[in-house]
């Protein structure tokens, strides 16, 4: 399975940025979706989560209320919306995919993904 992200970019704080990831290889439905960011400096870091049915979604505190994550089973693509964004969203953004969870399971660990994309950088000024 491939997984190609796009979407990053530099933008003004308080602007918004949509992230994508295309998954291709295997069926779509069958993967747990995640997003993880690495800021220069630090460890990669959970971001949000999304179940094999889109029904459940998880996401880490500092973005709850601004980022949505969402999949598109026609276009086997996971989607990161970016609102409000803030200096310290400033990071890579990686994609990552599960491969036979659960259906409705949502995942933090980065040891539970099986696939990583090549990243996406988002860089906010203030």
């Known amino acids: 399975v491939q997984l190609q992200a796009s979407g990053g970019g530099l933008v003004q704080a308080g602007g918004s940025l949509r992230l994508s990831c295309a998954v291709s290889?295997?069926?779509?439905?069958?993967?747990?979706m995640g997003w993880f960011r690495q800021a220069p400096g630090k460890e990669r870091e959970f971001v949000a989560s999304i179940s094999r049915t889109g029904r459940t979604t998880v996401y880490t505190d500092s973005v709850k209320g601004r980022y949505t994550i969402s999949r598109d089973s026609a276009e086997n693509t996971v989607y990161l919306q970016l609102n409000s964004l803030k200096p310290e969203d400033t990071a890579v953004y990686y994609c990552a995919a599960a491969f036979d969870l659960p259906r409705e399971a949502a995942m933090r660990g980065r040891g539970q993904y099986d696939y990583w994309g090549q990243g996406t950088e988002v860089t906010v000024s203030s």
């Open positions: 290889g295997r069926t779509f439905s069958r993967y747990t």
